[in-house]
């Protein structure tokens, strides 16, 4: 079955709410403000409209207020919307949750998820493009979600609110929302585990959230150059599935990190040097990252497109890789 | 009121006392480490509220919060052990005085951020709503509390959604090291909850005991009866600086001879309960219970094992 991101999305909260009545929603944004959205999430409304908060533009009291009903016993997914607003929340996402389980010893655990419509849109500029995995990653006990394909969506959302014991951010992507792909609901396949959605032999490419589909659109361009390219998509990046990434760049030799994050101690980089440490015998050529320039986004389009991660520049670097133009 | 009841809030009160002035001891003989924020000044508080409240309620405290635990019922032993880090601590010694919790007593969330607890509290509050358990969330914090954002969005999100939570504010009149005058205008704080659109009421003497639970019972039965959130604001003096060491208290100035009686909840308490016709050797006897447990559990605590660094990097995810 082919569906959208965001039906994928709306028939997980659907389904899992239907399965646990702890689940409760705190806001109702989810879809974002495309009307397919609106129609995919009706069913969610019109069946728990008893279960879903209207709220304020109260992300610190709402993150809280979805932390306190974790620890007390209930499963909240909180709307944070688009993802700069995270920052609004910032004391309780990063402070309050993910410490309770292990400041106090172990009695407390905290199946919070919080959602957040995070990366560069197109036309947000500074203030409404921010992706946040690389920051959230260096928070001790926080899961950190970066669904790419229309089954991410549904799985990780159907482990967020079914099987989760931490908190978790799952980082939406506003330009993924309407993409389609497949689905199968027999099972979801929990984080942690990336997928190899495509093989190859001369170079991989790392991917997550958005970049996923930039590194597959560029595999393609890459095979028309005759370089056979593997695509890693992470979904997660804590936990990061370090085993199948060191399985595809020894397989490869060469490896091209595509992450949304500003370049400088971005997600990428992590990655890089997880890759570096563990496989460098292995290696024909360092990591590579192709990252969000270190600026704030500018609004204007051809200044926006000049900052961002595209295909082409993911072919440029692999190309420089494989032609031993970086070694 | 019971004598029971009477002599139950007194022996908190003087449980409070001794612990604190323990853990002050252990900080000046070097066996505490860390910031420690003392709540002698506050002890009727915990002692007034802790006891209006029902077991399936949850409490939510903050960096003050030695005597909310306590009165909550928090093994002693354990909460002494956990402010000196030992394994035997109410959390093994990872959290420290500023994160003391006890899920088994309701105690779910103790936060060191000064606002921090009063979002956790409208979650708490919500799930006792979805899991009908009947109960209500009670969060502890000071005046200080509310010239922070979480303040004010927590206020307007619990009156939006009719929570049952009862925002508990010690009021000692001074943020860290600001006194109140200089860090808001607003004199009256239960102002600031009605605007919200909630019942406030103010304890002007909260260093009375009985006093504050009979305000904190009527408050609890409003907020279980559906009546939404409360605000119940408690005057009190911090007896002590912002932390044990705290050399910028002495600027406030020590109370004279005449207020310590007013505000000293140990002297205050015991006069009203004379005044109610407790016998004064029966408050003697529960006095020195009280300290001797005290003083039992703080050695029993010393020589308690410290904490192992073996498993230090377990339990960051559940």
């Known amino acids: ?327 | 009121m019971t004598p029971e009841l009477l002599l139950g809030l007194y022996r908190q009160v003087c449980r409070i006392r001794y612990f604190e002035v323990a853990v002050e001891r252990l900080i000046h003989e070097g066996k505490v480490r860390g910031l420690v924020h003392v709540s002698i000044g506050h002890e009727a508080v915990a002692a007034g509220v802790c006891a209006a409240m029902a077991p399936q309620d949850y409490l939510l405290t903050g960096h003050r919060g030695h005597g909310h635990v306590l009165a909550r019922g928090a093994d002693l032993y354990r909460t002494v052990a956990e402010i000196l880090g030992r394994a035997a601590g109410l959390c093994g010694g990872r959290g420290g005085s500023m994160h003391l919790v006890a899920t088994e007593k309701g105690i779910i969330g103790a936060t060191g951020i000064v606002g921090g607890n009063l979002p956790l509290a409208l979650g708490a509050a919500y799930t006792s709503l979805v899991l009908r358990t009947g109960g209500a969330a009670v969060a502890f914090f000071g005046d200080g509390a509310v010239g922070n954002g979480a303040f004010h969005e927590s206020l307007n999100l619990a009156a939006l959604w009719r929570l049952p939570v009862l925002f508990v504010c010690e009021n000692n009149e001074v943020a860290e090291f600001t006194r109140r005058e200089e860090h808001t205008r607003v004199a009256r704080l239960v102002d600031l909850a009605r605007v919200y659109g909630m019942s406030a009421e103010r304890v002007a003497e909260g260093a009375d005991a009985v006093a504050v639970y009979e305000a904190a019972r009527l408050a609890l039965e409003l907020v279980r009866g559906g009546g939404g959130p409360y605000f119940l604001e408690v005057t009190v003096r911090r007896l002590r600086g912002h932390y044990v060491g705290d050399v910028r208290a002495t600027r406030r100035g020590a109370l004279e001879e005449r207020e310590i009686e007013k505000w000293d909840p140990v002297l205050r308490t015991r006069r009203r309960l004379e005044d109610e016709g407790m016998r004064k050797d029966e408050l003697d006897v529960v006095m020195a219970e009280a300290e001797r447990e005290v003083e039992e559990a703080v050695e029993r605590a010393l020589a308690s094992k410290e904490a192992s660094a073996v498993n230090v990097e377990a339990e960051v995810y559940a």
């Not at chain 1, 997914?77 to 996402?93: H, K, R």
């Not at chain 1, 500029?125 to 920051?135: D, F, N, P, V």
């Not at chain 1, 394909?149 to 978790?168: K, R």
């Not at chain 1, 951010?169 to 942690?192: C, I, K, M, R, Y």
Request: with cysteine; charged share 20%.
């Open chain 1, 1 to 327: 079955m082919k569906v959208r991101a965001v039906e994928a999305l709306a028939r997980a909260i659907y389904e899992a709410m239907e399965r646990n009545a702890e689940i409760i929603l705190l806001g109702d944004g989810f879809g974002g403000l495309s009307p397919v959205a609106r129609e995919a999430f009706r069913p969610v409304w019109d069946k728990f409209g008893d279960r879903v908060m209207t709220v304020s533009i109260s992300e610190l009291g709402l993150a809280g207020a979805g932390t306190g009903a974790a620890l007390a016993g209930c499963r909240p997914l909180v709307d944070l919307s688009t993802g700069s607003f995270i920052f609004q929340a910032w004391p309780q996402v990063v402070n309050e949750a993910p410490n309770f389980y292990y400041m106090t010893g172990g009695q407390s655990c905290v199946p919070v998820t919080f959602y957040s419509l995070a990366g560069i849109r197109g036309a947000g500029a500074a203030q409404h493009s921010h992706a946040t995995h690389g920051m959230l990653g260096n928070v001790p006990g926080l899961r950190v979600l970066v669904p790419a394909t229309a089954q991410d969506f549904y799985d990780l959302m159907m482990w967020c609110l079914l099987e989760s014991q931490d908190p978790s951010v799952f980082l939406s992507h506003a330009l993924l929302l309407l993409e389609e792909g497949e689905l199968q609901t027999d099972v979801w396949n929990p984080p942690g585990r990336a997928a190899v959605l495509r093989e190859g032999m001369d170079v991989t490419l790392v991917g997550m959230s958005v970049t996923v589909l930039r590194c597959l659109k560029a595999a393609e361009m890459l095979r028309e150059r005759g370089v056979s390219a593997e695509v890693v998509n992470l979904r997660s990046v804590v936990p990061l599935d370090v085993e199948t990434l060191l399985g595809s760049a020894r397989r490869t030799g060469r490896v091209v990190i595509a992450d949304e994050c500003h370049r400088t101690f971005g997600a990428g980089a992590e990655i890089a040097a997880t890759i570096a440490e563990k496989a460098w015998r292995e290696l024909k050529a360092p990591p590579v990252r192709v990252a969000t320039a270190d600026v704030p986004i500018p609004f204007s389009p051809p200044l926006e497109e000049r900052v961002i991660v595209t295909a082409e520049r993911v072919v440029e670097a692999a190309l420089e890789l494989c032609e031993g133009r970086r070694s």
